[in-house]
């Protein structure tokens, strides 16, 4: 595992000592009105002198306007190149802040902090960046790794279930592309657990490893993404929806039923495995209601999607629970068909 990820529940002097050896110009914080409240009473005494910057909190708000507030508040601070942003939130803040400063007079320092499960399993590791544009997810962004990751499982305390489950979809698919043992074990037992910290370990221990192998996702880093073609699609889709809003990773357990019906189809999963999948994600997962509509609309989305090539859909497939595969096109009837599916579950 990368040596700048620090997992446990007492990592946090590491964000001190993080912030003391490398001798920062400037330290500023990006927060939003939740972790302002519930984390940043946590991280304050490990921070040396700083500021605050607010933002609005939820994936509606990871936009360019955002972003220019981010900008514009850095500059009134006077951070410069050799300043760093600490970036404690969800996916949300990670994401944004960590374009936010990776873009600042062509790029400063960030260390993200995550405190939900969702962002401390994913999206806090690898150094994707990026924000939300004209209702499609993460379409403006780029690869910027973070000095540091600090990862402290007590900030799940905060969460509700459904941020946890959200967070919990990740997790499963690092299962289902990297360790069908896991898999296994863990369809018997749920989402129930009293050790986070051993989940998070052997999650980002997976992602990390992906990423290390390929890191501006040239070939073997694309299965992370298994599940995220028809996911984004519906989150992108239901985001422009008021009142029917998923959270990423509700988005990507739809993805996922649907990408494991298309790696049936395509002969690399069979009936056996679909089902063992099928089974485990609706015991956790409430189902989406889709109309024909819905799902004519979601699978357009699709063609948007960054892994596309040449107009072709290219999806990451599962060859058998435990393994992926890349670069496998699929036709916008199939999208379409993989939606029926579900609905039908």
């Known amino acids: 595992m990368n040596e700048s990820i620090y997992i446990g529940r007492a990592v946090l002097p590491q964000l001190k000592a993080v912030l003391q050896n490398l001798a920062f110009s400037k330290v500023a914080v990006l927060v939003d009105e939740n972790t302002l409240h519930h984390c940043y009473p946590q991280v304050k005494a490990y921070l040396p002198e700083h500021d605050l910057i607010q933002i609005q909190s939820g994936e509606a708000h990871k936009t360019l306007q955002t972003c220019e507030h981010i900008w514009q508040r850095m500059t009134e601070l006077n951070l410069d190149r050799w300043s760093v942003l600490v970036n404690l939130g969800g996916g949300v803040i990670g994401d944004m802040g960590g374009f936010c400063a990776a873009t600042f007079k062509r790029g400063m320092y960030f260390v993200q902090v995550p405190t939900t ?104 880093r694309k299965v992370l993404n298994f599940g995220h073609t028809v996911g984004h699609a519906v989150e992108s889709y239901l985001m422009e929806k008021p009142g029917r809003e998923l959270l990423h990773g509700e988005a990507i357990a739809v993805g996922m039923l649907c990408e494991a019906y298309l790696s049936m189809k395509h002969d690399l999963l069979n009936k056996r495995e679909l089902d063992q999948i099928e089974t485990f994600m609706v015991s956790i997962y409430e189902k989406v209601k889709l109309t024909e509509e819905d799902i004519q609309s979601m699978a357009k989305l699709a063609l948007q999607d960054k892994k596309n090539t040449h107009s072709t859909i290219n999806c990451t497939l599962l060859q058998g629970i435990g393994k992926a595969v890349w670069d496998q096109p699929v036709t916008l009837a199939e999208i379409q068909e993989s939606l029926r599916y579900y609905q039908l579950l």
Do not use: C, M
């Open 117 to 220: 499960l969702l962002a401390q399993v994913d999206a806090s590791v690898g150094g994707k960046t990026g924000i939300d544009f004209h209702g499609l997810k993460n379409h403006i962004g780029v690869y910027k790794e973070p000095r540091a990751v600090i990862i402290d499982p007590t900030f799940l305390n905060t969460l509700p279930q459904r941020q946890l489950k959200s967070g919990y979809a990740e997790i499963i698919k690092h299962w289902l592309i990297a360790d069908a043992a896991a898999f296994e074990e863990q369809r018997h037992i749920g989402l129930f657990t009293d050790d986070w910290d051993a989940l998070i370990r052997h999650s980002v221990g997976i992602k990390s490893a992906v990423v290390e192998a390929d890191p501006l996702e040239g070939g073997y």
